[in-house]
T-cell receptor
Framework: AQSVTQLGSHVSVSEGALVLLRCNYS??????LFWYVQYPNQGLQLLLK??????LVKGINGFEAEFKKSETSFHLTKPSAHMSDAAEYFC????????????FGQGTELSVKP | NAGVTQTPKFQVLKTGQSMTLQCAQD?????MSWYRQDPGMGLRLIHY???????DQGEVPNGYNVSRSTTEDFPLRLLSAAPSQTSVYFC??????????????FGEGSWLTVV
């Protein structure tokens, strides 16, 4: 079975500071990994994904994540936070053989202080 | 190209009532699924479908029914609404494996309150 753990339900950073949102996964097969962002009262938007190939994945809005198999991690980073980054972020794992099923982490709410 | 369309966006039900959340996609995706989102629990899979005529249960299927008579539509039925089903519901679809990098597309969500 697959699972995802996001460390920290709330993260607060200052504008311009590094953003680091942690995600660890468990999977018995090579995982597909995703980060989604959700703004208040809106749906989910894909930030980035790892399927195969390069382990450092760049996404939209300046975010990137690195797949580290040895650490079973897929942490999300952004060098400099912007006020517009305040949202909830979800890490998710999928097995390509499971018909598009995603297993989500609990979510991390990011606050950005001016 | 509308993507994944969910209706209604907001709904209030009384305990015991039934209703159907509609989901339609115009991308000819084989895979469709329903999730519910609750605070502190992320999104949990309710039911999913790998093609017309094929459905299966996810993590939290109790109290919900689905059917997939066409590729485009995947309605979610609440048989007898309970307050525990108060949640935000998301429909999602995905192309067959190997297409579009396995990206899953989500609808805008349906906010359901059961009183």
């Amino acid at each position: 079975a697959q699972s995802v753990t996001q460390l920290g339900s709330h993260v607060s950073v200052s504008e311009g500071a590094l953003v680091l949102l942690r995600c660890n996964y468990s999977s018995s097969v090579p995982p597909y990994l995703f980060w989604y962002v959700q703004y208040p009262n809106q749906g989910l938007q894909l930030l980035l994904k790892y399927t195969t190939g390069a382990t450092l994945v760049k996404g939209i809005n300046g975010f990137e994540a690195e797949f580290k198999k040895s650490e079973t991690s897929f942490h999300l980073t952004k060098p400099s936070a912007h006020m517009s980054d305040a949202a909830e972020y979800f890490c998710a794992v999928s097995d390509n053989n499971q018909g598009g099923k995603l297993i989500f982490g609990q979510g991390t709410e990011l606050s950005v202080k001016p | 190209n509308a993507g994944v369309t969910q209706t209604p966006k907001f709904q209030v039900l009384k305990t015991g009532q039934s209703m159907t959340l509609q989901c339609a996609q115009d991308m000819n995706h084989e895979y469709m699924s329903w999730y519910r989102q609750d605070p502190g629990m992320g999104l949990r899979l309710i039911h999913y479908s790998v093609g017309a005529g094929i459905t299966d249960q996810g993590e939290v299927p109790n109290g919900y029914n689905v059917s997939r008579s066409t590729t485009e539509d995947f309605p979610l039925r609440l048989l007898s609404a309970a307050p525990s089903q108060t949640s935000v519901y998301f429909c999602a679809s995905r192309p067959p494996s190997g297409y579009s990098g396995n990206t899953i597309y989500f609808g805008e969500g349906s906010w359901l309150t059961v009183v």
